[in-house]
């Protein structure tokens, strides 16, 4: 089993959807929690932190449940833009905090 | 945001040579660099820490001997993949911490033929 584990996409959304991705880590010891975006054949970046109180960037939403050891990313009101693959990232709270990269989860917006 | 960057962007080389990969914080001092390696459609795999000063600390099952890592100054660390195959095409990307949040390299596109 991996230690990030996705939704398996593609997702393929109308302009306007909301699309809600999922997932979950195995390693209870993880520390820190983000979403990173990944252009094609591009590096990723950094979209948002991830809290436990849930926090929200324009159309962006994250949650995460530590219990379940579920994380979640609601994007709404999609556009065109958002086209990419979206990574699930987790920091190992020991072995000096190294990111655990999810496989991705690919969304095409369509027109 | 940190910068870091990479060079070369993409290179091309026959099976059997070997290739340097460059990575350069630019506006940050970095004790510590990360490599990864993404293959298509999968994730970022985790090869290996790279110490300034110091031997780099390799992921369990990347070989050390043929993933050559340097990290000789605060701003630059460097990745040699000896002897390249066909297996070793990937997207390689390097990546420095200088405080909470990691900024990542725009990675180098390696084909070996």
């Known amino acids: 089993r991996k230690e990030v584990e996705q939704d398996p996409g593609p997702f393929n959304v109308p302009e306007g959807a909301t699309v809600a991705f999922n997932c979950t880590y195995s390693?209870?010891?993880?520390?820190?929690f983000f979403w990173y975006r990944q252009d094609c054949r591009k590096e990723p970046k950094l979209l948002m932190s991830?809290?436990?109180s849930g926090n929200e960037d324009g159309r962006f939403t994250a949650q995460l449940n530590r219990a379940s050891q579920y994380i979640s990313l609601l994007i709404r009101d999609s556009k065109l833009s958002d086209s990419a693959t979206y990574l699930c990232?987790?920091?190992?709270?020991?072995?000096?905090?190294?990111?655990?990269f999810g496989q991705g989860t690919e969304l095409s917006v369509k027109p | 945001g940190a910068v870091v960057s990479q060079h070369p962007s993409w290179v091309i080389c026959k099976s059997g040579t070997s290739v340097k990969i460059e990575c350069r914080s630019l506006?940050?001092?970095?004790?510590?660099m990360f490599w990864y390696r993404q293959f298509p459609k999968q994730s970022l795999m985790l090869m290996a820490t790279?110490?300034?000063?110091?031997?780099?600390?390799?992921e369990q099952g990347v070989e050390k001997d043929k993933f050559l890592i340097n990290h000789a100054s605060l701003t630059l660390s460097t990745l040699t993949v000896t002897s390249a195959h066909p297996e070793d095409s990937s997207f390689y990307i390097c990546?420095?911490?200088?405080?909470?949040?990691?900024?990542f390299g725009p990675g180098t596109r390696l084909t070996v033929l």
């Open positions: 790279s110490n300034e000063g110091s031997k780099a600390t390799y």
């Open positions: 991830v809290y436990s």
């Open positions: 990232v987790v920091r190992r709270g020991n072995q000096g905090g190294k990111l655990i």
């Open positions: 390693n209870s010891a993880s520390q820190s």
């Open positions: 506006d940050f001092q970095a004790t510590t």
């Open positions: 990546s420095g911490r200088p405080g909470n949040e990691q900024f």
